[in-house]
């Protein structure tokens, strides 16, 4: 068998390498008697096996589900989409017996493997439905034989490869869908051949290199949609020759250059995605011809210059988003004329002037985000007139004045870090921002200490020191730079409480009374904007985090000289530090540190799996581990740390670990991972048990050849001995914490548990079998494996 198919193979490749395609293939289907084809027809269908589940055979072959036939009794058309399980009964379709098949539908049929090169005998197929299935492998070449393919769809499969030239064949086509597959390689030129095709999409593939301009000659082309692509290089200017096209997509590729004036040729245009892109230059005003259009995405490229007046003629635009670019200038007051919009966002630019009342005209608008601009003069109250609102953001502005009175009571109304007066808001408003910012949604929890709206007012703010404006907030509004340095006395030594690898951190009591740590940062970068831009971003998602085991991140001062972090300040400082006091170490009894391990563990746990994007400590230390004043409850610090300062975001870092807690593979890799943490976490657990840093301890574990001193140790010789021996009750709890944070201390990083799991450990009801911890070695927990036996309930 195998061999007949490598030959087959072979002479349709050739046949085809000599542009004589089909004659091979289609030999076995000539019909010289109609009968005798037929019985072929109808015995294929049968060895097909596709309907034994559904017919029992006897009945007319034309008659069972899906099959239609022309007045001779030869099936014409197969569509079973979603009815028939397939998998891989697909290849045994004999292809070659069907002769008049014109359509075959197999949609969501749950069809594996690769399409059998065999398919190319169905030459007078004109539809073909493979999409929603599970095809992998290339597309035979043999399928340029289906010369009459009108519409062709595979999308939704695994299909792997380059789309292949021999496409240029399928003259008749008019529906080509590839998306939703892995097609990689170039868009081949020869698709510039298919002058008939009105539907073209490529989207969510692999394809690379550029968009060729023969595309440009798919004059009846009305959808061309390349979205999520590794598309490079320009819009090609031939593009504005599709003068048909309803809808345009290259979002979410790597296509650069300026936006081709052409584009405005596209008359018909209903929908413009070139968001997600490289895009240089400026809107062309050009654009303002396309009259029809009711989407425009052109957010998330490096697109300067000022918004077009002409933007005012696209009357029909209805979401129009522009945000994160390099705009400049104002808010054209022609975006007036735009009274169907309903979405407009021009977040993230360098847009300044005042947000024109002409905007009040655009009554339908739901979502109104301008903030991260320059906008100044102030708030409109145009805005209470909005006909049904949903979220109005204007926070990170230079917006001035009063919050008018009329618009207290709207909701979703972002004001914050902007340079308002006006202490009198409601405190429904308050809490709105509030818990939104915090990520609470109850009204009860808010606070008005937590106030975001910056209260300071303009003249206030200009007694700062130097004139240095500066400081976004984050936390009371009454705090400026000016503020912390009054309260440091400009961070003098006296105020420090301690020095770590990434700055210094004081203790500060604000004008409010309240008592704050501030972190100082030394900053590696001059004033680079994009750093700050980068840095306002990080601090933002820290102070978003809430976990009960975190130290709060009420907010940062962003200053030429400087970066500060403001935390939740903790009286009792640092594990390291209480460990290293024999009377508080001992008021820091077992049940205490047991449960303190498990708190860190979440807390790692919490930042490694549950947030977007995902943070690793890089710096985990009984240095950087808080306790509460009542030392039941520890609190992570630093977390996101090391990412500030490092805006490239990169795993491979400068700033390095507290020593005697670094992952050993570091010291080759230099790469960060959360494994790293978890082996910095497996060190503060056994040094939380020992009550001192594990030290050699570490290295004598990680070296196969174990002294037999230290393998033959126990676990009760280990344990901090200022406290009393725990009872059997904490003892177990002990040697359960112990194993998992020997399995944390793994030399290989695959070896080590995820922090999910470790926490999960901690919150579920398995208990190990109670052992006298003088009857663990240490060598025996190192080598622990499946110790998780048996229920707590059932033990004791
Ligand atoms: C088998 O086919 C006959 C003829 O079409 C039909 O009457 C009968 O109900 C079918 N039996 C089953 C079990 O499907
Ligand atoms: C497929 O059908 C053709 C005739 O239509 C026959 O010659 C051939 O042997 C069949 N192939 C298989 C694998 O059954
Ligand atoms: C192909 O089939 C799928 C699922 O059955 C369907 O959604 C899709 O519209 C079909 N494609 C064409 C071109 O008709
Ligand atoms: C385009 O389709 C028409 C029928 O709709 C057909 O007559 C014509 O030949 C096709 N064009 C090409 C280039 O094949
Ligand atoms: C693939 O694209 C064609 C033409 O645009 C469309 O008719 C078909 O529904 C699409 N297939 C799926 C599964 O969406
Ligand atoms: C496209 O990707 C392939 C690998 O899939 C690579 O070999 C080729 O160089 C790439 N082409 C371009 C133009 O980037
Ligand atoms: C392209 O195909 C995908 C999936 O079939 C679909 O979601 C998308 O709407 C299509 N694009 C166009 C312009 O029809
Ligand atoms: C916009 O960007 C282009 C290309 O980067 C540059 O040549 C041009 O000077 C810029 N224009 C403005 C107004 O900044
Ligand atoms: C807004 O800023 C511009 C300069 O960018 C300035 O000319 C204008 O006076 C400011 N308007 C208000 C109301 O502050
Ligand atoms: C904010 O407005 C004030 C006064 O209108 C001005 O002095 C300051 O430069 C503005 N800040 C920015 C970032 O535009
Ligand atoms: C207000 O804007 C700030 C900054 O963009 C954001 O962090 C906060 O979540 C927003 N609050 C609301 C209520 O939308
Ligand atoms: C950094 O590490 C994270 C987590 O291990 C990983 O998801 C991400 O891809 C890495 N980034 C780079 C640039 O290597």
């Known amino acids: ?381 145009w805005v209470k007139d909005l006909y049904a609102p949903i979220k109005i953001d204007l926070s990170y502005n230079n917006l001035t004045g009063n919050v008018p009175i009329s618009l207290i009571r709207m909701r979703e109304f972002n004001l914050s870090y902007n340079s308002l007066e006006g202490r009198y808001l409601s405190a429904t408003m308050i809490c709105v921002v509030t818990s939104k910012l915090f990520g609470y949604f109850l009204h009860s929890q808010c606070r008005v200490k937590n106030l975001v709206l910056p209260m300071k007012t303009h003249a206030e703010l200009k007694g700062t020191k130097n004139g240095n404006l500066f400081s976004i907030w984050n936390y009371d509004g009454n705090i400026a730079f000016e503020d912390i340095i009054q309260a440091t006395e400009d961070f003098d030594i006296r105020y420090c409480i301690g020095t770590g690898g990434y700055g210094s951190v004081y203790k500060a009591q604000l004008p409010s009374g309240k008592v704050v740590a501030l972190k100082k940062l030394n900053r590696l ?22 976990h009960r085991n975190i130290v709060k991140l009420h907010g940062y001062c962003l200053h030429k000289r400087c970066m500060v972090l403001i935390y939740e300040y903790m009286e009792r400082g640092s594990l390291f530090c209480v460990l290293n006091n024999d009377v508080e170490a001992v008021e820091l009894d077992w049940t205490k540190r047991v449960n303190i391990i498990k708190d860190i563990a979440h807390a790692i746990s919490y930042m490694h799996h549950d947030c977007i994007p995902i943070i690793v400590h890089r710096d985990i230390s009984s240095n950087n581990i808080l306790l509460n004043s009542k030392l039941e409850q520890a609190f992570v610090s630093d977390f996101g740390t090391a990412r500030l300062l490092d805006p490239n975001s990169s795993n491979q870092t400068l700033v390095a670990g507290t020593y005697g807690y670094i992952a050993p593979e570091l010291a080759y890799t230099m790469m960060f991972t959360e494994k790293c943490d978890v082996y910095s976490f497996g060190v503060v657990a056994l040094e939380i048990l020992m009550g001192i840093h594990p030290g050699e301890l570490l290295t004598t574990l990680s070296s196969s050849s174990s002294s037999s001193s230290s393998r033959n140790m126990m676990l009760n010789e280990i344990l901090d001995q200022r406290l009393p021996p725990p009872n059997r009750i904490v003892a177990r709890d002990i040697f359960f914490v112990a194993t998992i944070a020997f399995a944390c201390l793994c030399t290989k990083p695959k070896s080590r548990p995820t922090m999910n799991w470790v926490s999960q450990e901690f919150l579920s009801r398995k208990k190990p079998i109670a052992k006298p911890l003088h009857a663990v070695s240490l060598w025996q927990l190192k080598n622990e494996e499946n110790f998780m036996v048996g229920d707590i309930d059932t033990q004791s």
Request: with cysteine; charged share 15%; aromatic share 8%.
């Open 525 to 546: 970068e001059a004033e680079d904007p994009t750093v700050d831009k980068s840095f306002r971003n990080e601090v933002k998602m820290l102070t978003e985090i809430r």
């Open 1 to 381: 068998m195998a061999p007949s198919v490598s030959i087959s193979i072979l002479i349709v490749v050739l046949c085809i390498f000599m542009n004589v395609p089909t004659i091979v293939i289609a030999a076995g289907s000539v019909a010289t008697f109609k009968s005798s084809s037929l019985k072929q027809e109808v015995q294929a269908l049968m060895e097909s096996g596709w309907w034994s589940g559904s017919s029992n055979y006897t009945s007319s072959h034309c008659d069972w589900p899906g099959i239609k036939c022309n007045f001779g009794g030869s099936i014409t058309e197969i569509d079973i989409a979603g009815k028939i399980y397939l998998g891989d009964k697909f290849r045994k379709f004999n292809f070659s017996s069907f002769p008049n098949l014109v359509r075959l539908s197999l949609g969501n049929n749950q069809i594996l493997g690769s399409i059998p090169f065999e398919i190319g005998s169905l030459s007078k197929l004109t539809h073909l439905n493979l999409s929603h299935n599970y095809l992998t492998g290339q597309l035979p070449l043999s399928l340029a034989n289906l010369a009459k393919l009108v519409k062709f769809d595979i999308s939704f499969n695994g299909i792997t490869g380059s789309i292949p030239r021999e496409f240029g064949n399928f003259k008749n086509l008019l529906e080509l869908n590839l998306s939703h597959n892995k097609f990689t390689g170039p868009i081949p030129s020869t698709l510039g051949l298919l002058t008939n095709l009105s539907d073209l999409n490529l989207s969510f593939n692999e394809i690379n290199g550029s968009i060729v301009s023969e595309i440009g000659l798919l004059k009846n082309l009305l959808n061309l949609d390349l979205r999520q692509n590794k598309l490079t290089g320009p819009i090609p200017s031939s593009l504005g020759h599709l003068t048909n096209l309803v809808s345009l997509s290259l979002s979410s590729n790597q296509i650069n250059g300026f936006i081709p004036q052409k584009i405005g040729n596209m008359k018909n245009l209903n929908g413009l995605f070139l968001d997600n892109n490289m895009l240089i230059g400026m809107i062309p005003s050009y654009l303002g011809h396309l009259t029809r259009l009711v989407f425009l995405f052109l957010d998330f490229n490096k697109i300067n210059g000022s918004i077009p007046l002409q933007i005012g003629n696209m009357k029909n635009l209805r979401y129009l988003y522009l945000n994160n670019n390099n705009l400049v200038g104002q808010i054209p007051l022609s975006i007036g004329h735009l009274t169907k919009l309903e979405t407009l966002n021009l977040n993230w630019n360098m847009i300044s002037g005042p947000i024109p009342t002409e905007l009040a005209n655009c009554f339908l608008i739901k979502f109104l985000s301008l903030s991260h601009n320059y906008l100044n003069g102030s708030v409109p109250s």
